[in-house]
């Protein structure tokens, strides 16, 4: 199958729920943000040792819940398209908040700012947190958009408290990962 | 990646080329009626999707044979009693009701879904067929008797005794254009991608605000 569509070259694109939409248009940025995060995570978890087993577990079940994210937010509220889609749920959250949890409580207390980098894995993960963080305000803007068809707002509140989970799970992966380096963190000295 | 193993009860050819091919439903083979499965071989995977009805006992589908192909002329040569590694069902080129007419496009073996969605019980659409041949005009009939609007876009020289629906010549972007005004619809595009990137661009500049649903083949 060729990959290459030829069907974007007039500066549209196509939802899945199959509306015609200028590629500017603010679901194609925020699902298109989600897409670029699901590549730095890609990256991250290519760059990991072996010995990495679970955390690359656990990178993929992200990477598969930010597809099921991408798919949900390249359709419209209203489209029939949304019923054979998988949402993403508050207990997606929850699983990200025990990951958060269990990284925190392996790292010292933080008292400043960290230059993001170190390590080239928690540089990864630092990349990660920052396309994690300009999606949710794609996907934010999105939301408080009005919908064309209709009126009704599209409730993305799940996929906003994910994203903004997911950015710091990446926060502490990425401190974690300069631990376990050790490298350490790279406190700001202003 | 395999998920199931169909083993092939019957095939019979529709035309010089293409053939339709059933095999015995496996269970738990639930599907969506225009949704596809991956035949897996060796490294390589070849999409083909279903006819329907979803309820049935077999599984068909209709294929053309791609001369020199990799995997169309092992299924043109397989028996019955043959066994094939799929994929689950998969696939979002689903119909989903709207107030707007449904126009489906489809050339050759992209018919394959929109049989599928009729077979599902979908009527009162309107289709565009895109063939060679009047022959390739696959299950003309029982598509014709449940749509609007049955319209064949012959792009070969017309037999002498063709008695089919009035078809318009040329490429189906030339059918589409004379036989649908602008108005609101949501088209349904399955076949070769020159097709739909085609169609694309006339339903982005003559039909706005359209829905589109693409599928393509290769
Ligand atoms: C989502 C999807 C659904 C599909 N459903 C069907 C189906 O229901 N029925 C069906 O016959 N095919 C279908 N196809 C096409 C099918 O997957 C194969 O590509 C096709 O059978 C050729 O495979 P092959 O290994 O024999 O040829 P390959 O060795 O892959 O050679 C491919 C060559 O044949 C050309 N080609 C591919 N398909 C066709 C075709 N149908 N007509 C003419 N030339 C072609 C290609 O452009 C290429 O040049 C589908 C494809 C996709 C992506």
Partial sequence: ?190 | MTEFTLEVAERHWLSEETFEIRFVRPPGFDYLPGQKVGFVDGAARRDYTMLGPVAAGHLSFCVRLVPGGRFSPKLAAARRGDRFAVTAPFGFFTFAPSPRQAVWVATGTGIAPFVAFVRAGVRGFDLLHGVRSPRGLYYREELARAGRRYRPCISGPLPDDYDGPSPFGGRVGDGLRAGWPPGDYDFYLCGRGEMIRDLLAIIDSRYEGAHVHTERFY
Avoid at chain 1, 6 to 33: C, F, M, P, W
Avoid at chain 1, 157 to 175: E, H, K, M, P, Q
Wanted: charged letters at 20%; glycine letters at 8%; proline letters at 4%.
């Fill in chain 1, 1 to 190: 199958m060729k990959i290459y569509t030829q069907t974007g070259d007039r500066g549209k694109t196509g939802l899945l729920s199959g509306e015609r939409v200028a590629k500017d248009n603010a679901r194609i940025q925020a699902y298109g943000d989600v897409d670029e995060l699901n590549a730095v995570i890609g990256a991250l978890a290519a760059s990991l040792g072996t010995e990495d087993d679970r955390l690359r577990e656990q990178l993929e079940a992200i990477q598969s819940d930010l597809m099921h994210a991408g798919a949900w937010l390249a359709a419209t509220p209203e489209s029939a398209s949304r019923a054979q889609l998988h949402p993403v749920t508050d207990a997606h959250c929850r699983a990200l908040e025990a990951a958060i949890d269990h990284l925190q409580n392996q790292l010292p207390e933080l008292r400043s700012f960290v230059l993001p980098g170190g390590h080239p894995r928690a540089a990864w993960a630092h990349l990660a947190r920052t396309v994690c963080r300009r999606a949710e305000r794609w996907v934010v803007h999105l939301m408080q958009q009005p919908q064309s068809g209709g009126p009704a707002a599209d409730d993305l509140g799940t996929i906003i408290a994910y994203i903004n989970r997911l950015s710091d799970y990446f926060f502490v992966l990425a401190r974690h990962l300069n631990h376990q380096a050790g490298t350490g963190d790279r406190l700001w000295r202003p």
